[in-house]
């Protein structure tokens, strides 16, 4: 797909793929149309890019390849990407968010917290992710908005906020280590999970997940052993200790991961 003007790479967008549809073309010819308007020099495409990335069904491999073209031109399309933050669709909003992600600009953290505890999980799920690419020295900021959602929704939510946590290393460390104290106790044992994610990054927090070892909740005790068991020789001493606990389980535990 060669030689085309901008008007015809956006007339590709608008055809179908559909079969039996008239002018319809293939994902790969659309794809290839929205991937040439990204490489574009002129910012004059974007109101056109724009417009076809909001009409785009999510998920796409059209829709994914929308985004990419929208980060090559996002000096003139951040106006617009940031209004979809706040647009009640919330495939707009998720849209936005991985524009955002993709661009990763510390500018853009304020307007992308508060998206971290959107009603729609799909939204918060992008957000997580925008967040933790944005944070850059605004690192504080962002672990706040990040620690506020633990202990959130089901395990695909709360594995996607480890993931933003862990993007982050031993700089997420000292907020997760305050979490374990939290009077919620899905709180505490999903911050003793992220830290044991960390791995040896979360050494810090050797003492206080041996502390949490003895939690009254079953759960929260085991996801404490489990995490200094991820830790490294930091944890060593804590699991010996440990491997001679009065819970059985706990005590087994610790003794796996000294074996």
């Known amino acids: 797909m060669t030689n085309h003007t901008t008007e015809e790479l956006l007339a590709i967008l608008d055809q179908p793929t559909s079969e039996g549809t008239t002018g319809m073309r293939t994902e790969t010819e659309r794809r290839q149309a929205a991937m040439q308007l990204g490489m574009l020099k002129d910012p004059a495409v974007v109101p056109g890019l724009l417009q076809r990335l909001r009409a785009e069904v999510p998920g796409c491999g059209v829709h994914e390849t929308l985004t990419w073209a929208t980060v090559q031109h996002i000096d003139t399309a951040l106006p617009a990407v940031l209004a979809m933050l706040n647009d009640a669709d919330p495939h707009l909003r998720r849209t936005g968010a991985h524009i955002l992600s993709k661009v990763a600009d510390p ?14 999980v799909d939204v918060a799920l992008k957000a997580y992710r925008a967040v933790a690419h944005s ?3 605004q690192v504080a900021k962002a672990l706040d908005a990040l620690t506020g959602r633990l202990g ?9 906020l480890t993931a933003a946590f862990h993007r982050f290393g031993e700089q997420a460390a000292p907020a997760l280590v305050a979490a374990l104290a939290d009077t919620d106790a899905e709180v505490r044992e999903h911050a003793a999970d992220a830290l044991g994610h960390l791995g040896e990054d979360a050494a810090i927090a050797a003492d206080a997940l041996a502390e949490l070892a003895g939690d009254p909740v079953d759960s929260v005790r085991l996801s404490a ?3 200094l068991g991820q830790l490294g020789e930091a944890a060593t ?15 087994a535990v610790a003794k796996r991961f000294l074996a």
Do not use: I, K
Request: hydrophobic fraction near 45%; glycine fraction near 6%.
């Open 107 to 120: 500018a853009h953290l304020d307007h992308l917290t508060p998206l971290v505890a959107d009603d729609d």
């Open 135 to 137: 944070g850059g020295e």
């Open 152 to 160: 959130d929704g089901d395990a695909l939510q709360r594995d996607a």
């Open 225 to 227: 052993v489990s995490a």
């Open 237 to 251: 001493p804590a699991l010996e200790r440990l491997a001679a606990s009065e819970d059985m389980v706990v005590a």
